[in-house]
């Protein structure tokens, strides 16, 4: 099954995700992935240019930035699957400490329990982090300039890098306890990674922001919603300001089951929700309670038929949630994470075709 994209409403176009994350309605439901792996975009493209996100291949001991695909590649993409924006990401704070040697490397579960250890830390800079990230971001912008599509920057993972990387998760959600201002010190010099990035990509000409920090487990929050508030929405909104101040959208990812810590959200002021697993939330109920306030993003179970079942199996739950979500707009079609390596090439295209078929208002 393939899209025909000799149809306008098929190529891509900036304004149709706008419009949505807007609250307006487009000419059809958009479809946006932050992702797509290298067996999806090998068999799209024809060649192997690996994934669409840097972040997915990791960095190296010698560049902490990982460079993005040509934005060429990302663009042809998107005309083969109808995608309006290319996505870069920075997610992941490149903090880095210094071995016996001198040699710089990476934090990865660095356990900073003590202030001695906190105070060790090298915090990103301009030669290592911001310049390169900034580079790239310019080198999309500018690809995009005569084409209808758009740059979205994905980052601001500021809670998730704490617990998954300068501690481990039970050592963070101890010390929120008992010792809560380290881990507000952690918290506040990694927010001033992402509000330094969205400063700069902002004033770079990025289309949408993507803020992505996953902050709950399938049943529920990952800490008491009051505290999580208190910890997470202060500098959430320091991240995001320099785009709330420039008129651009934010879209927000969360896995999990967020029901409970959706008012932080909306007091965030995001435009979108994203990916409203299907394990962990209903999202028609989602869309009934909270339709009108922002835009739904996702829910296509990567853990079902997608990857597991047939093209007709795939057709057939694409086409349900489609025409459930459809009335009255605010949705945006996704996965509920990426395409990735498990989704065979036929049940993309399946996907998709569902999309085509049922999508269009």
């Given at each position: 099954?393939?899209?025909?994209?000799?149809?306008?409403?098929?190529?891509?176009?900036?304004?149709?995700?706008?419009?949505?994350?807007?609250?307006?309605?487009?000419?059809?439901?958009?479809?946006?992935?932050?992702?797509?792996?290298?067996?999806?975009?090998?068999?799209?493209?024809?060649?192997?240019?690996g994934?669409?996100?840097?972040?997915?291949?990791?960095?190296?001991?010698?560049?902490?930035?990982?460079?993005?695909?040509?934005?060429?590649?990302?663009?042809?993409?998107?005309?083969?699957?109808?995608?309006?924006?290319?996505?870069?990401?920075?997610?992941?704070?490149?903090?880095?400490?210094?071995?016996?040697?001198?040699d710089?490397?990476?934090?990865?579960?660095?356990?900073?329990?003590?202030?001695?250890?906190?105070?060790?830390?090298?915090?990103?800079?301009?030669?290592?982090d911001?310049?390169?990230?900034?580079?790239?971001?310019k080198?999309?912008?500018?690809?995009?300039?005569?084409?209808?599509?758009?740059?979205?920057?994905?980052?601001?993972?500021f809670?998730?890098?704490?617990?998954?990387?300068?501690?481990?998760?039970?050592?963070?959600?101890?010390?929120?306890?008992?010792?809560?201002?380290l881990?507000?010190?952690?918290?506040?010099?990694?927010?001033?990674?992402?509000?330094?990035?969205?400063e700069?990509?902002?004033?770079?000409?990025?289309?949408?922001?993507?803020?992505?920090?996953?902050?709950?487990?399938?049943?529920?929050s990952?800490?008491?919603?009051?505290?999580?508030?208190?910890?997470?929405?202060?500098?959430?909104?320091?991240?995001v300001?320099?785009?709330?101040?420039?008129?651009?959208?934010?879209?927000?990812?969360?896995?999990?089951?967020?029901?409970?810590?959706?008012?932080?959200?909306?007091?965030l002021?995001?435009?979108?929700?994203?990916?409203?697993?299907?394990?962990?939330?209903?999202?028609r109920?989602?869309?009934?309670?909270?339709?009108?306030?922002?835009?739904?993003?996702?829910?296509?179970d990567?853990?079902?038929?997608?990857?597991?079942?047939?093209?007709?199996?795939?057709?057939?739950?694409?086409?349900?949630?489609i025409?459930?979500?459809?009335?009255?707009?605010?949705?945006?079609?996704?996965?509920?994470?990426?395409?990735?390596n498990?989704?065979?090439?036929?049940?993309?295209?399946?996907?998709?075709?569902?999309?085509?078929?049922?999508?269009?208002?």
């Amino acid at each position: 099954m393939g899209v025909d994209m000799g149809n306008d409403m098929w190529k891509p176009d900036l304004d149709r995700l706008i419009a949505v994350l807007n609250g307006e309605m487009p000419d059809r439901i958009p479809n946006f992935e932050i992702l797509l792996e290298d067996r999806n975009v090998t068999a799209l493209l024809g060649r192997n240019i690996g994934s669409t996100m840097g972040a997915s291949r990791g960095a190296s001991e010698s560049a902490f930035v990982t460079p993005p695909i040509d934005p060429k590649d990302f663009i042809e993409l998107c005309y083969l699957i109808g995608q309006d924006a290319l996505c870069l990401e920075a997610l992941w704070a490149p903090c880095k400490y210094r071995d016996e040697k001198g040699d710089l490397h990476a934090i990865e579960a660095g356990h900073i329990d003590t202030w001695e250890k906190f105070e060790k830390i090298i915090w990103p800079d301009w030669e290592y982090d911001y310049g390169p990230k900034l580079k790239d971001v310019k080198w999309y912008v500018d690809a995009v300039k005569d084409t209808p599509l758009g740059v979205v920057m994905m980052t601001g993972t500021f809670f998730q890098y704490c617990y998954q990387f300068l501690n481990c998760f039970d050592e963070f959600c101890i010390l929120i306890h008992e010792d809560r201002k380290l881990i507000e010190a952690c918290l506040d010099k990694v927010a001033e990674y992402y509000i330094k990035i969205v400063e700069l990509v902002v004033e770079a000409g990025i289309d949408i922001l993507y803020i992505a920090d996953d902050v709950a487990y399938k049943s529920g929050s990952f800490v008491n919603p009051d505290i999580f508030r208190e910890l997470w929405l202060p500098r959430a909104k320091r991240i995001v300001a320099p785009a709330k101040e420039a008129g651009i959208p934010i879209m927000f990812h969360s896995c999990g089951n967020v029901a409970q810590l959706i008012p932080v959200f909306i007091d965030l002021g995001i435009n979108c929700l994203n990916p409203i697993e299907p394990y962990s939330m209903d999202i028609r109920e989602v869309k009934k309670e909270y339709g009108s306030t922002f835009a739904i993003s996702g829910n296509v179970d990567i853990a079902g038929p997608l990857a597991f079942g047939t093209p007709d199996e795939t057709y057939d739950v694409c086409k349900e949630l489609i025409i459930d979500m459809k009335p009255g707009g605010n949705y945006i079609f996704s996965t509920c994470h990426s395409i990735t390596n498990d989704i065979p090439p036929e049940n993309f295209a399946a996907m998709r075709q569902a999309l085509k078929d049922h999508g269009v208002y």
